[in-house]
């Protein structure tokens, strides 16, 4: 191959990767950009640059919620959901990744079904759960959960199986280390990277989730970012500017915990475990 | 479609549901004692003069206090707020305005269990023929309501019945219809801009396809989507969709399909869906002559986003008078504050003081005759070059047809355009479309026998 069409070749890949760039982040940046524009100029033309309605904007999506409240509620929510979904999630998946017990084949034959069932159908059955136990209004039906979520441990059991030998546990024993210890001091950090992936998904699984909270929540004022968001529209009006600016206030943090988190997974993935 | 498959999930397990635990439904939970929302506080310290001193005797509001828990699909209830705080300082009323088209969703699980229950709540014209039915919304003309519905339209009240004749429901809100159309655009083609004369232009389906031609000629598309069409059609009908539990196709329904194509085939519309962008952009364009809508559609699409065009717009009738749309409001028949909801009930929709000046501020149109008609003597409104759509409403609310609502309507009504589309653009044949039409109520209403 001679050196102009290698350098050819380089172009094009480089246009490719360029065209593939443009094809994810303009849409987020159509967002932002239409945050400062009335409806009536999105809904009539293409705007590229900023404009001069992000001041009426806002004030158009206070006066219909408070989108900070909305904002610090989901936060609360997410996050807790998300520590406890990294932690006892990989837990979870270590009992089922590393021991032996009776009854371990249908308990995993469970844990993968649950994943099967679509939210929708269970929303009456859980409506009435949290009716029972009076936690209707509150958010612990969206943050304990996490203690049990199906998909991360389905997940982590794939990554503790690959990448902790037995001879690593092991060892841990002979030396006198507890179970638990072995857990949190020696198989956590190793598989850090996983979970990191997993909390990615499931912070941004929680933050967007939308019907739950619109049906165990009365109270407006505990109401999170997509519930706030879809009250913006109003029924018959559409206020394009507002939405986009609360939808591009509540695309912050999903970019925010993408961009910290993603370091995890870089270095994670270039420590290994058996030194 | 999700959403409206989770909806119809919640309504079938509703039925079901509330047979199965009627032991938690006894006993609604009082409502929240929680401090006041912000429009409480601000009701307090602004007393509308206009809304004070009317009507009712001062004993009777300083027996009433206590919290209020209300649920509306729209925002347009909580603009009573304030005026009715004015009235009864002791009243709070908390208003949860949830998205219209979650809000059976998020009902259904609220009613099934009985706890948390709001005292009232709204229901939206596609679905409050199911609410009425459903035996949720108490008795309006019973004890301790008493009801007089003499100075509302015939048709808001009759539409809060239930097949017994049961009042379950009432409005502060009517939605007669209107053809919208662009007066500069009329002069033009049509020689004339006079309302009344458009009208007798386009006084049928088949004059308004004449007109159609005749824009098309000049580069103009007569209709933004013939999908709003359907809101006319609806009361041309008939029958109603659903009779004796058999799934009918009115004769009128079968000519929209065809009217449909023909629009489509000769590009006599958009050819976008209603409230798409160009659809709403649609106002401000030099080549899109009306919208057929009801008076919603003034308020919210184009009285908003004229700016040019301000003065352009006149409304006159289709070919038929019509109604589309519109939120009805009822009691929840466990509710522990009945006295305050009726209250609030009687001050949003029967209160004609209250509604005139709610029609006054909002330029919404309003449900109580006495109201509308005192409304129609003011000044008209800029946008529709000195028009005054309520003198116009109220010729059109004289006019109406018997309503043909019933509890199917939202969802059959968008099968029914979803099949009307797939016939006018050429995917299915007329019969494959209609056929495809019955599979999809069959399936969304097992109930329902469809032939």
Partial sequence: MTKMSRRFFKGMIYAFLIFLLMLSVVPFYLVMINASHSSFDIVTKLNLWLGDALAENYRTMQTHVNIWRGFANSLLISASYTLLTGYFGAFVAYGFAKFDFRGKKMLYGIVLASMMIPSQVSIIGFYQLNLKLHLLNTYWPFILPGIASASTVFFMRGIITQSIPDSMIEAARVEGCGELRIFNRLVYPCVLPGIVTMCIFNFVASWNSYIGPLIIVSDSRKYTMPVMISMIKGLYLTNYGAMYLAIAISVVPIIIVFCILSKYIVNGMTAGADK | ?451
């Fill in chain 2, 1 to 451: 479609m999700k959403k409206r498959m989770i909806a119809l999930l919640m309504m079938s397990a509703l039925v079901f549901g509330t047979g199965g635990c009627g032991g938690t439904g006894e006993m609604p939970e009082p409502a929240s004692p929680e401090q006041g929302s912000d429009s409480s506080a601000d009701g307090q310290t602004e007393a509308d003069p206009e809304n004070t001193g009317e009507g009712e005797t001062e004993a009777d509001r300083s027996v009433l206090s206590g919290t209020l828990e209300v649920w509306s699909s729209g925002e347009e209830l909580g603009r009573f707020v304030e005026g009715f705080q004015a009235a009864y300082p002791d009243v709070t009323v908390n208003i949860t305005v949830v998205p219209n088209e979650d809000f059976v969703a998020k009902l259904t699980p609220t009613l099934a269990g009985g706890q948390g229950a709001p005292d009232v709540f709204t229901g939206e014209s596609d679905y409050v023929k199911y609410l009425v039915e459903s035996g949720f919304w108490d008795d309006l003309e019973g004890a301790p309501y008493h009801a007089d519905t003499s100075d509302m339209w015939e048709y808001v009240a009759s539409v809060g019945r239930d097949s017994g004749g049961t009042l379950r429901a009432l409005s502060w809100q009517a939605s007669p219809g209107s053809v919208m159309y662009r007066r500069d655009m009329a002069r033009d083609v049509l020689g004339t801009d006079d309302p009344e004369k458009v009208a007798e232009m386009i006084n049928s389906d088949e004059a308004m396809l004449d007109v159609a031609a005749r824009l098309k000629e000049k580069g103009i598309k007569m209709f933004a989507s013939w999908q709003d069409i359907l809101n006319m059609q609806f009361s041309n009908r008939s029958n109603p969709w659903v009779a004796d539990n058999r799934l009918v196709i009115d004769e009128s329904m079968l000519s929209f399909m065809d009217m449909a194509k023909t629009i489509t085939e000769n590009g006599y519309d958009l050819g976008v869906d209603p409230w798409a962008p160009e659809w709403s952009a649609a106002v401000e364009s030099d080549d899109t002559f009306c919208y057929v809508l009801p008076s919603w559609g003034y308020q919210f699409v184009v009285k908003p986003s004229a700016d040019t065009t301000k003065g352009e717009w006149a409304m006159c009738q289709g070919a038929v008078p019509y109604v589309k749309g519109g939120t009805w409001v009822g009691i929840y028949k466990d509710s522990p504050n009945k006295d305050l909801a009726w209250a609030f009930m009687e001050y949003c929709c029967l209160n004609s003081e209250a509604q005139k000046a709610y029609g006054a501020e909002y330029g919404e149109y309003v449900s109580l005759k006495s109201a509308d008609k005192a409304l129609a003597e003011q000044d008209g409104e800029e946008v529709l070059g000195g028009q005054n759509p309520f003198a116009f409403y109220n010729s059109q609310m004289e006019k109406l047809p018997a309503d043909l609502m019933t509890a199917y309507d939202g969802t059959i009504n968008n099968a029914f355009l979803s099949a009307a589309k797939d016939y006018a653009t050429g995917v299915k044949s007329k019969e494959e479309a209609l056929d495809a039409f019955k599979a999809d109520v069959a399936n969304a209403y097992p109930e329902i026998t469809v032939e």
